[in-house]
């Protein structure tokens, strides 16, 4: 069984660029718990139970989440497994945010919905 522990040494062990640059255990595990507490992580895992990928949000309104922090290590995982969860643990989000290349863009979930049923 998986711990918060073992994500949080996941994370310090595969950590790069700006993802989680300059955090420490001791700042990074309560923040995972809040996150978990407020159903704000998400991650993956493969079929030998590792951890591939780690997604947290922020909840902007009901309706948005911004992606604030997203780690993988296997390509194409991290849609994977942060799509399917959200779909179910936040259903009437409509739209998603995340920075990419410095400049914030922002995604439908039902445009993202219909990418995700394309790849499966």
Same mark, same amino acid.
């Given at each position: 069984? =998986? $711990? @918060? +522990?073992?994500?949080?040494?996941?994370?310090?062990?595969?950590?790069?660029?700006? @993802?989680? #640059?300059?955090? $420490? +255990? #001791?700042?990074?595990?309560? %923040?995972?718990?809040? !996150?978990?507490?407020?159903?704000?992580? %998400? /991650?993956?895992?493969?079929?030998?139970?590792?951890? $591939? *990928?780690? @997604?947290?949000?922020?909840?902007? *309104?009901? %309706? &948005? =989440? /911004?992606?604030?922090?997203?780690?993988? $290590?296997?390509?194409?995982?991290?849609? &994977?497994? %942060?799509? +399917?969860? =959200?779909?179910?643990?936040?259903?009437?989000?409509?739209?998603?945010?995340?920075? &990419?290349?410095?400049?914030?863009? #922002? /995604?439908?979930? #039902?445009?993202?919905?219909?990418?995700?049923?394309?790849? !499966?």
């Amino acid at each position: 069984m =998986l $711990t @918060v +522990e073992d994500l949080v040494q996941w994370i310090l062990k595969n950590r790069r660029g700006v @993802v989680f #640059e300059g955090w $420490t +255990e #001791e700042n990074l595990r309560p %923040f995972l718990l809040e !996150c978990i507490d407020h159903n704000l992580l %998400f /991650y993956g895992t493969d079929p030998q139970g590792d951890f $591939t *990928s780690v @997604v947290t949000v922020q909840k902007r *309104s009901p %309706f &948005r =989440l /911004y992606l604030a922090h997203a780690l993988t $290590t296997k390509p194409g995982e991290l849609g &994977r497994h %942060f799509f +399917e969860r =959200l779909f179910i643990l936040w259903p009437g989000v409509k739209y998603v945010e995340a920075d &990419r290349h410095g400049k914030t863009h #922002e /995604y439908r979930v #039902e445009d993202l919905k219909r990418k995700l049923q394309l790849l !499966c």
